[in-house]
């Protein structure tokens, strides 16, 4: 396995009989996965996802890939491959085709719908290609066959990308539900016959390489949602995620079953849930589906409602029926089933939402409580059986934290696979396959581009810091009138604090320090207000530390009087 | 079961034949225990824990229970019982403490010597009275009996109190682990005693009422520690809380088995350990534990370190080796075993921890891999077993966030407690036990007491929101210098902007609302510098929700020229 720490240095040229792999997202992380292929100067991406911020990334709607390895080379990209259409595979396309509008995008029907739908809001009309497994198509130098996996979103795709300089299976995300709703299961008898052909780079999802054993079918939640639909006194509130079609579909065929009608909430919910149905992924049963105010209409056992917020968006409906803030008053008798995983970082959210409705009285079911959640993502032992039937000649994991590409990895190595020839590397490390092996050869920039209230990468690394800085210390701005003569002060400075989680009066102690500083300016003959501005924060901040151990942000104004 | 929402109401006198229990903390949240117990005028009090802040409590160090409750009634507390010595049931004491330095605290061997080593660093000499199961202390008219629970530190203590109004049971934090390293179990014994005597109140720790079945034993444990000893290449790191005696020992009794010394690393860890090993809780084979420096000359398979930052802390040694900030340089043949559960809401502080020590190359076991980590405690389980036991005549669940609380009351009920009977309350409801049955009778101040930069109470509600504000919007500082004759700019006004994410000249553009906003007042015949001051700031508030949909906190400067 290679260095996990390289510098960033520029990679050589890419030889004539070699292919070049960058993922620009989804390494050491959870999202934003995007990997670009290069060969014979012709660049493919494989997804373009974003990542959603930690408590840590204050402010941040999104979190993007960065493109700038695409700058000057965007006329090169013969296409974009979306594997699923899920957000962290597809939410950077608009981005993506903001900077060049015509990239041929790639993918299923279900897939495409989903970009169409989104770029639409975007006011953006891609150049689309749909294709469905066991479809061949050339996109430059790069021959693509696409392949069934079966995923927590229907109409996944793997993709086999073969080249003159050998080949790579990419698995997108995917499980092996071998009983899945819609009988799509992953093609395993596909993945043999590539291991026959040879498999030179196998690129594949390690988001549950640490999960021991099997990922439970989607079909085996059945029990605990029959459950709930044959006990609940009052109304059933389901909140899921509004891509999870089959198991939206599975609420739907137990409401069917229990005489309920069934009403969507949430803007993502209903055009998601609108567009499977259109194209026939979800099967809604005559009748069942109603306006959300016709079922004020029903007595409350004949009313199921499906919606979003099920990892505490504060926004959504579930997160707002928590706090008394929507139109759906949840209490005594109300079942609210949260069918869906719980994402890491989410706990908390999720968390006081469950306090928040069992208060109001309401019963709660959830992944803590029964069994209504399984994973989208292949465990450990069907990892295992990957290896095992396509005998990769080098291996990548992609799609995870490090802990997750390092669990895959031992994986790989355990099915006999040569150590030298699994890569666990970082977002923006250059691995090229020349002669049917693969070497890390540089680093290229590959930081996050954050997205916040509207504005792409206008927030830095420095302000995300400020931004923590203001949250945990405050900010006090000093504004000080200052002789243009003397350089001296005129009168007191007034001290403005917010969030200092003290009197802003403690600083009238600094006074001296702000005089003992401007003195020393004077001395050095120094008037410009900038400059006094910066040795002002200064003298404020070491006397803010020196005297109360705090640091909180100084904003100094200086105005010549 | 009660309303959840009461309004705050002051209660009615007590019937002097009542018995009256105020939770000041612990009550809808994990941490921060506290109960108030009256009788005839005077008080008892159970545990003062602190809690932990939230990701929306930024700059927090911990809460305090509110102590305004007791305000003109110190004198009339006869004494703060501690159940055990977690820093969630004695952290608050020196707070108390500094309220009236001569309460008497009580407790076990253990739980005194922990509080006294931290009240000593509060320069606070505690007034002490150690007790031990079976003993009973007679507390103004708080008749108390302690007896033996078994929980994650040890020397645990439930409490039966008895007055004149009835008998509370109190269970303080417990398990029932029918094999304890130190054979001291619950004493299931006692409880059926004071079942047949009859127990009026029982106040049950709720943590793990949502979680079926029963709690494993600590010694189940030991497979796992003793994998990790005998496959462990190089050195063996292992991260626990600094409290968790018997966990320590097991590794302590693992590295001795294997040959390996041991070394504490961390301030709590080594003052723990040695406290713990001086009054014989933990059993220390001679010459297994070395200094730090002296593993430097030892092979690293004879190594062990034991630390702390077992819950993702910054600046615990453990964080610090995941970043190379710390002497002890983590890396490939070094094994790291967290062995302590993962507190909710620290999962992406610990998963950082995590990939960070992988990516440096070692291996990480942790409770996601292997079986590290028992809870400390009671499952639905036992708690069924408790109220069969002692059939209560009335039941409060402690210790917990709501749906803990509710899901304990949902168990006292399936064994035929009166649902009427249950209360579930939140801190400072006011329940009262008369004539054998309780009742809520109103709500008293229970809020949230923030530390932060060791300032007590400073930081309000307000100045959180404040802070979360600046952390997610930042915060530009408006200087406007004002003719003080027309009320006019006398020049456009300086923006300076922190943590915003955007240019500062943005706001150049909010300039003629600004004029718009003065002219106005002008009008009006206003010219008072603050209220010219708020004016801006509601102007540029509105301008840059109205144009740019963001935010961000506003302080306005009005300099009159």
């Known amino acids: 396995m290679s260095n996990p720490h390289p510098e960033l240095k520029a990679p050589p040229k890419l030889p004539r009989d070699g292919l070049r792999v960058v993922a620009l997202g989804g390494l050491g992380e959870v999202g934003r996965n995007m990997a670009v292929l290069e060969h014979r100067g012709k660049l493919l991406v494989i997804d373009c996802g974003v990542l959603f911020p930690e408590e840590h990334q204050p402010g941040v709607d999104v979190i993007l890939p960065d493109f700038s ?48 739908a989104k770029l639409k809001e975007h006011r953006i009309k891609p150049r689309t290609n749909q294709v469905a497994e066991g479809d061949r198509l050339s996109l430059g130098p790069f021959d693509c066959e696409f392949v069934a996996v079966n995923h ?80 609940a006194p009052g109304r059933i509130v389901v909140s899921s995620f509004a891509s999870h079609v089959h198991r939206i579909q599975q609420v739907l065929d137990a409401a069917a079953a229990h005489k309920r009608k069934v009403a969507f909430v949430g803007r993502s ?17 005559r009748g069942l589906i109603v306006d959300a105010k016709a079922l004020d209409d029903l007595p409350p056992n004949r009313v199921t409602l499906v919606c979003t917020g099920s990892q505490g968006e504060p926004m959504a409906a579930l997160s707002r029926m928590a706090n008394r803030d929507h139109q759906i008053h ?66 990548m994991p992609v799609h995870g934290e490090w802990r997750h590409l390092r669990a895959n990895a031992d994986l790989a190595i355990r099915t006999g696979i040569d150590p030298s020839r699994v890569v666990v590397v970082d977002d923006g490390v250059v691995v090229d396959l020349v002669k049917g092996k693969v070497a890390v050869t540089g680093k290229v920039r590959a930081g996050y581009v954050y997205v916040s209230g509207g504005a792409v990468g206008d927030v830095t690394e420095d302000e995300l810091r400020d931004r923590l ?84 942000l100084v904003v100094p104004v200086v105005i010549e009087a």
Chains 1, 2 share one sequence.
Request: hydrophobic share 40%.
């Open 152 to 231: 927590s979103i229907p109409d996944g795709l793997a993709v086999m990308v073969r080249t003159a300089a050998g080949s790579v299976l990419h698995t997108g995300d995917f499980k092996m539900d071998q009983f899945p709703l819609d009988d799509r299961i992953t093609d395993l008898r596909a993945f043999a016959r590539f291991g026959e052909e040879g498999v030179d780079l196998f690129m594949v999802d390690s988001t549950n390489a640490e999960v021991p054993g099997f990922t439970m079918a989607e079909k085996d939640l059945a029990p605990a949602i029959e459950t709930v639909f044959r006990t």
């Open 469 to 552: 800085t203001l949250s945990q210390q405050g900010t006090v701005t000093v504004v000080a009138l200052v002789d243009a003569e003397t350089g001296r002060l005129t009168e007191p400075p007034d001290f403005l604090a917010r969030g200092l989680g003290t009197d802003e009066k403690m600083f009238e102690a600094a006074i001296p320090d702000i005089e003992k500083a401007l003195a020393e300016a004077a001395g050095q003959g120094i008037g410009d207000p900038h400059e006094l501005e910066q040795r002002i924060a200064r003298a404020v901040s070491r006397w803010a530390m020196r005297r109360h151990r705090r640091n909180p």
């Open 69 to 116: 390895y695409l700058k000057d080379r965007w006329q090169d990209v013969v296409g974009v491959v979306l594997t699923h259409g899920h957000e962290d595979h597809i939410g950077g396309v608009p981005y993506l085709l903001k900077e060049r509008g015509d990239i041929p995008v790639i993918g299923s029907r279900l897939t495409l719908a989903l970009i169409t």
């Open 330 to 395: 949840v209490g005594e008798g109300d079942t609210v089933l949260l069918a869906s995983s719980l994402i890491p970082g989410n706990e908390n959210a999720v968390s006081r939402i469950i306090n928040g409705l069992t208060r109001w009285g309401a019963k709660v079911v959830h992944q803590g409580n029964a069994k209504v959640h399984v994973s989208g993502h292949a465990s450990a032992g069907e990892l295992v059986y990957c290896y095992n039937i396509i005998q990769p000649r080098n291996v």
């Open 269 to 285: 919910m209903v055009r998601n849930m609108k567009i499977a149905q259109d194209l026939g992924y979800l099967k809604v049963p």
